[in-house]
C-alpha cells in the first residue's frame, strides 16, 4: 500500500523553482532517505508534504487521499508529524508539557487519554528523567530528542525528520540513530533528509537524490550512493 | 494613624488599577498585541450593566453575571474576525486598528447614552464599612481588591492547571508551531480575547460602583492599565497586581499631601520606577 505520493508537484518563490516536478511514492512501513546539495529544495519538499506550502502544480496523496489542499493543521490530524531542522520546542514549556500540548491537540484527544503515552514516549527518547523542565534548557541532543518525541506524540503513520543527526557527536548521532530505528522497527513511515550520509544509510531503505528541485534518482542506497550523477552533483567530484 | 489609613486605602484602590489591567496583560502575553480600546471596553462593560440594570431592574452585581457571558462574545468575535487580521511581524496594524476602535467606541457610547456622567446604583453594600482597629475599610474597596486578587489566582490555574492554558502558553511561545501540532491559534486568540474582556467586565462593575462614567474616559483607565502592567513587567500577572498598587497608593498618598497631586502621583511613581527597572520589576526571561 501506498502511505504517500507526489504526482508532478511544482513550486516556485518567483522565477526561482524550488521543486521541479517531482514525482515519487512512499511504500507504507518504508524509510526513504533524501539527500542533495543545500539549496536543492529538500526542507520545500517537506513543507509541501507537510502543507505549510501549497504545490503551484501537482497533487500529494497521503493514504489514497489527495490532500493537495488539505491545510497543515489537517494533515497533522490524518497522521503527517514532522520535526524541523532547527529544534523548535515551546521553550517555556516543560517537555512534558510539549508533548501534551502535540499529543491532545495533534490527535484531538482529552489530557487524560495521552498521559500514558506521552510518558511511554519519553521512556523510548530517553527524556523521562528531564520531563519537568522548561525546553529552553535543554542541550542540542535533548532538543532533537524532543523533535523526535514531539513528532511522535502526534502519532503519526508518516514521520518526516529534518536533518536531525546534524550538530551531534559522533555518539549522539549514534544513540538518535538507534531510537529512529525503533520507531521505524513500529511500523512508522519515514522521510528522513539529512547530511550525515552513515546515518541516514544505516536506517532507511531507498534513497532519493533532489537537486536543482528535481529527483535525479531513487532507489537501492547502495545503488543510488555509487552512481556516477550523484558523484557529479551531490560529491562534487568530477568523474 | 492617618498614613497608614491612606496607605492601606492606596492598597485597595490598586485591586481596581490591578482588575483595569489584567486583561490588557493576559492579551498581551499571549499575543504581543496592545489594545488601545481596553479602557473603552471597560467603560461599555459599564454601560452594559447599566442597561441590564435598568432594563430589568437588577442590582448590578446580578447584571454583571449575565454581561459577562456576553462581552465573553464580544471578545471572541472582536479577536475573530478584527484584530486577527492585524496581528504579524509588523506592531503597527494592532495598534492603529485598536486606536480607531477606541475612538468608535467613544462616539458610539457617546451617541447612545449622552455625556451625561452616570452611576450604576448603591445599596446599602455599595456604602457599608467594617472597622479594623482604628481604620476603617470600605466593603467596596475590599470587594474590588479580593476580587483582583482572585482574578489573577484563576488566571495563574488557568494557564498553568489546564490544556487550555498549556494552548495559551505555547501559542504564545511560537504560533507557527502551535498550528503546527493541531491548534488553531486564531481561536486560542479569540478565547483569550474573550476570557480578556470578562476581566473587563468586572472591572466595569467596580468602576461603575465607585465612580462616575462616562463614554469619555476610557483612555485614562487605559493608562492606569498600562502603567500596572508595565511596573510589573509584561506577561506577569502578580507583578500586574503590584503595579497597580504601587500606582494606587501612590495616587492616595500623593492626594493625601495635596489634592491635586493624586493622578500627577501614580504617574511620577511610573516614572521612577521604570528609571530603576527599565523592564519592570518582575520581567520575563525571554522577551
Not at chain 1, 501534551?100 to 511511554?120: F, I, K, M, P, W
Not at chain 1, 538518535?176 to 522521510?191: M, W
Not at chain 2, 467606541?105 to 446599602?124: I, K, Y
Not at chain 2, 470587594?143 to 488566571?155: E, H, R
Request: net charge negative.
Amino acid at each position: 500500500m501506498t502511505m504517500l505520493a507526489l504526482q508532478n508537484v511544482s513550486k516556485s518563490f518567483g522565477a526561482l523553482t524550488v521543486t521541479d516536478d517531482a514525482s515519487f511514492e512512499v511504500p507504507k512501513g518504508q524509510a526513504l532517505g533524501i539527500i542533495g546539495p543545500n539549496g536543492a529544495g529538500k526542507s520545500t519538499l517537506f513543507n509541501l508534504i507537510t502543507g505549510n506550502l501549497r504545490a503551484d502544480k501537482g497533487s500529494i496523496h497521503f493514504e489514497g487521499r489527495d490532500v493537495t489542499h488539505v491545510s497543515a493543521m489537517e494533515r497533522c490530524l490524518t497522521g503527517i508529524g514532522r520535526s524541523f531542522q532547527i529544534p523548535q520546542p515551546f521553550e517555556k514549556l516543560t517537555v512534558y508539557e510539549n508533548l501534551l500540548v502535540a499529543a491532545t491537540h495533534g490527535r484531538n484527544l482529552s489530557e487524560s487519554d495521552v498521559r500514558d503515552d506521552c510518558a511511554d514516549i519519553l521512556e523510548r527518547t530517553e527524556l523521562i528523567k528531564r520531563a519537568n523542565v522548561a525546553a529552553g534548557q535543554l542541550s542540542l541532543l535533548e532538543r532533537k530528542r524532543l523533535e523526535l518525541s514531539r513528532a511522535m506524540a502526534t502519532q503519526p503513520k508518516l514521520l518526516l525528520l529534518d536533518e536531525i543527526a546534524g550538530g551531534l557527536t559522533e555518539g549522539e548521532c549514534q544513540a538518535l540513530i538507534q531510537t529512529i530505528k525503533e520507531i521505524h522497527a513500529q511500523g512508522v513511515t519515514i522521510i528522513w533528509i539529512e547530511h550525515v550520509l552513515h546515518a541516514l544509510t544505516s536506517v532507511v531503505e531507498r534513497l532519493l537524490v533532489l537537486d536543482f528541485g528535481q529527483v535525479i534518482g531513487i532507489g537501492d542506497p547502495d545503488e543510488i550512493m555509487s552512481s556516477r550523477a550523484v558523484q557529479e552533483i551531490y560529491l562534487g567530484i568530477d568523474v | 494613624m492617618i498614613w497608614i489609613d491612606t496607605v492601606i486605602q492606596g492598597v485597595l484602590l490598586g485591586g481596581l488599577y490591578a482588575l483595569f489591567a489584567s486583561g490588557l496583560s493576559l492579551v498581551f502575553g499571549i499575543m504581543r498585541l496592545v489594545n488601545l480600546a481596553h479602557g473603552d471596553l471597560i467603560v461599555m462593560g459599564a454601560y452594559l450593566i447599566l442597561v441590564l440594570v435598568t432594563l430589568l431592574g437588577l442590582s448590578p452585581f446580578v447584571a454583571v453575571l449575565i454581561a459577562m457571558p456576553m462581552m465573553f462574545a464580544v471578545g471572541w468575535l472582536l479577536q475573530k474576525f478584527l484584530l486577527n487580521r492585524t496581528l504579524g511581524d509588523d506592531i503597527l496594524p494592532p495598534l492603529l486598528v485598536t486606536f480607531g476602535l477606541s475612538i468608535a467606541l467613544q462616539n458610539a457610547l457617546l451617541e447612545g447614552f449622552s455625556a451625561d456622567s452616570q452611576r450604576l446604583p448603591t445599596n446599602a453594600l455599595t456604602t457599608a464599612s467594617v472597622d479594623v482597629g482604628p481604620i476603617t475599610l470600605g466593603v467596596m474597596p475590599l470587594l474590588t481588591f479580593g476580587s483582583a486578587v482572585l482574578v489573577i489566582v484563576a488566571l495563574n490555574q488557568l494557564f498553568y492547571r489546564t490544556e487550555l492554558g498549556r494552548a495559551f502558553r505555547a501559542t504564545s511561545d511560537d504560533a507557527t508551531t502551535a498550528s503546527l501540532m493541531g491548534i488553531k491559534p486564531g481561536n486560542i486568540f479569540a478565547t483569550a480575547t474573550g476570557i480578556a474582556l470578562v476581566i473587563v467586565t468586572i472591572a466595569a462593575l467596580y468602576l461603575g460602583l465607585r465612580a462616575n462614567f462616562d463614554p469619555n474616559i476610557g483612555p485614562a483607565r487605559l493608562i492606569y492599565a498600562f502603567e500596572a502592567v508595565i511596573i510589573g513587567g509584561l506577561g506577569s500577572l502578580w507583578g500586574t497586581l503590584l503595579g497597580g498598587i504601587i500606582i494606587g497608593v501612590a495616587q492616595t498618598v500623593g492626594a493625601a499631601i495635596n489634592p491635586e497631586w493624586q493622578i500627577l502621583a501614580g504617574h511620577v511613581a511610573f516614572l521612577a520606577v521604570l528609571l530603576i527597572r527599565p523592564r519592570g520589576l518582575f520581567p520575563r526571561v525571554n522577551d
